[in-house]
């Protein structure tokens, strides 16, 4: 064991080893701290790309900015100039100590000096001046004419070259046109405004006024719904215009070719597919909803700087929207309203697969959540379990929607549009229930299609079914649509009638000689013109204000849509084309003028076209 110990102790080294070992490393560090002596060639690269001293004193004299700061050492020394080092810079002011290269760079050099245009002082008088400036725009110079992106920042073809601030200036402008300030900062500015003037007013009779902080509290809280209302009320005369405009130049539309082009579309995606369109009556507004729970206001103006912008946006949580309506908030006569000066009030209905729904004023930007109660519709042998299939009236006057009822068969519930109330209801013995319904186009009345393609129609007033007939030929009925204005009062003043079903066939029918003795006598009308276009379930129907045009659609089908003319009864062979961007199709809306189609798909884009003839 001993043994096995000392040779173990004999293996390591020795204090001698250790500071031999020292020694040698120290002498190679000693070796590694010298460096070698440059040869001619390093020499000579250092010097082309350092350079040396008399090189940089050389080009201190070459240049005439440096003339008090070159000494010159070939000279002889000046006596006067004979005293301590660093004196003779004494008297010389700290801008001359450095030197600025302010050449003008090579493009403007070639640009003639009279076309740079000189600086105003626009951030001045606007009183918005910036947080911070760079220095380096006064010397920076860009030329409109050489790039064509930036040839639209000229106010003259004529010019070239413009100076930093001034083509910052012109960007902001160019953004401005594009992008105009929205109303609500408009409004917000101007508020803040009068906070400052009335903050900063002196004390009224020593004393501050309890009022003031109340009107101030009162518009901070009408500044998020005074825009809106704004545009509706102040832009009455400026549509009414255009819209009489557009109706004196537009032409009757061709029977079998129609002039159609296609415009920038609403901008932006809804996160979910569009399934509500509508147009406002009277105003150029677009009321868009989907599953997303949002519904959206545009301005349809697709030939403007800014195509068709958001108006404004709300959000319902947790409340997919099934559709989205505007309605009458006034109980009138659609006769009246259309001889009323300025444009009607008008609510929004949104609805839902839930058991209430929702009226947005869009005047008072209030907004209302109408629950179902027994209140509502007190009747125990209704029952309503979703709110997703109601509908206003064209006039306003009443609310109609789907309820299922104990008994055999569906009911159709109608409520008044301005209180909410319950009116009345009118059983439907159809087998399957209800596919679709529609209101007459005076409000009067309802044209309700059972599954089986039996259709009542039912008089409100009266608040019985008047008469009941059999589309032919129908298998599984899907949607209808009431469209034109026959002056027939006996039906409700409608021309025509178009019922979709599941099999792709639409059936027209001409209901402007139609009274209730001739529908009791003939229960299974011929209809005027059967439209086989369409190869998949009919989900969208819908005819134009002027009677010219039915547009039919199926979501079931990339592109599926066609137009037909009226009264001649034909499809249109020319539209939609193999290229035309439609997609599923989930909403179609035709304009009160007949001027837009807007159609929205699944994608949760919404392209807009322009009828011109």
Not at 91 to 105: H, K, N, T, V, Y
Not at 440 to 464: A, F, H, P, T, Y
Request: with cysteine; aromatic share 6%; charged share 25%.
């Amino acid at each position: 064991m001993a043994t096995t110990r000392q040779s173990f102790i004999s293996g390591l080294p020795s204090d001698e080893d250790f500071s031999y070992d020292l020694s040698r490393r120290g002498r190679q560090s000693q070796a590694t701290n010298v460096l070698p002596e440059k040869d001619k060639t390093e020499a000579q690269l250092e010097k082309l790309v350092f350079g040396d001293e008399a090189g940089f004193l050389e080009a201190l004299k070459s240049n005439n900015s440096g003339r008090a700061l070159v000494l010159d050492h070939d000279s002889e020394p000046d006596p006067a100039d004979d005293v301590e080092e660093g004196d003779d810079l004494k008297d010389i002011a700290d801008s001359e100590l450095f030197l600025l290269d302010s050449r003008p760079s090579e493009l403007a050099a070639q640009a003639p000096d009279t076309s740079i245009i000189p600086e105003n002082n626009d951030d001045a008088e606007d009183g918005d001046r910036p947080a911070w400036e760079d220095s380096d725009d006064e010397r920076i110079q860009v030329s409109l004419a050489s790039n064509p992106r930036l040839r639209k920042l000229r106010n003259q073809e004529a010019e070239d070259v413009v100076s930093g601030k001034e083509y910052i200036k012109r960007l902001r402008r160019q953004f401005e046109r594009l992008h105009p300030r929205p109303a609500w900062a408009i409004a917000s500015s101007r508020g803040q405004e009068k906070k400052r003037k009335r903050r900063s007013s002196p004390l009224e009779d020593g004393y501050p006024s309890d009022s003031a902080q109340s009107v101030e509290s009162d518009e901070e809280e009408i500044l998020s719904t005074q825009p809106l209302a704004a545009l509706l009320r102040n832009a009455g005369s400026l549509t009414k215009l255009e819209e009489t405009s557009q109706v004196a130049k537009r032409r009757k539309l061709r029977s079998e070719v129609v002039d159609i082009q296609k415009t920038r579309d609403i901008p932006g995606s809804q996160p979910s597919s569009v399934d509500s369109l509508s147009f406002h009556p009277t105003l150029p507004l677009l009321l868009s909803s989907g599953p997303s729970s949002t519904v959206y206001l545009h301005h349809v103006s697709p030939h403007s700087a800014s195509p068709s912008p958001l108006l404004t946006s709300l959000h319902l949580k947790s409340t997919p929207l099934h559709s989205a309506a505007f309605c009458r908030s006034r109980s009138k006569s659609v006769e009246s309203l259309r001889d009323e000066p300025s444009p009607a009030p008008m609510n929004i209905v949104l609805t839902s697969r839930r058991r209430y729904f929702h009226t947005w004023n869009l005047a008072e930007g209030s907004i209302t959540r109408t629950v179902n109660t027994r209140s509502l519709i007190p009747d125990a042998s209704i029952t309503q379990r979703t709110m997703e299939s109601l509908t206003p009236s064209p006039c306003g006057r009443y609310l109609a929607l789907v309820s299922s009822s104990r008994k055999a068969g569906a009911v159709i519930s109608v409520l008044d549009g301005g209180t909410h109330q319950y009116q009345c209801s009118v059983r439907i013995d159809s087998l399957g229930g209800i596919a679709s319904f529609a209101f007459w186009s005076d409000g009067e009345g309802l044209c309700v299609v059972g599954k089986n393609g039996e259709i009542s129609e039912v008089s409100i007033k009266e608040q019985r079914v008047l008469a009941r007939w059999t589309d032919e030929g129908a298998v599984g009925t899907t949607v209808v649509a009431l469209g034109g204005d026959s002056g027939n009062l006996a039906l409700g003043s409608c021309s025509w009638i178009a019922i979709g079903s599941s099999s792709g066939v639409v059936n027209v029918y001409d209901r402007r000689a139609w009274t209730i003795e001739s529908i009791s006598k003939t229960p299974r009308p011929k209809p005027t013109k059967v439209l086989e276009q369409l190869t998949t379930p009919v989900s969208h129907l819908e005819f134009s204000a002027d009677s010219q045009m039915l547009a039919m659609a199926s979501r079931w089908k990339k592109d599926a849509l066609r137009l037909v003319h009226l009264p001649s009864y034909t499809v249109y062979r020319n539209w939609p084309t193999s290229e035309t961007p439609l997609g599923r199709i989930s909403s179609v809306a035709l304009s009160p003028g007949g001027e837009y189609l807007a159609v929205g798909n699944e994608r949760g884009k919404i392209r807009l076209w322009e009828i011109r003839g």
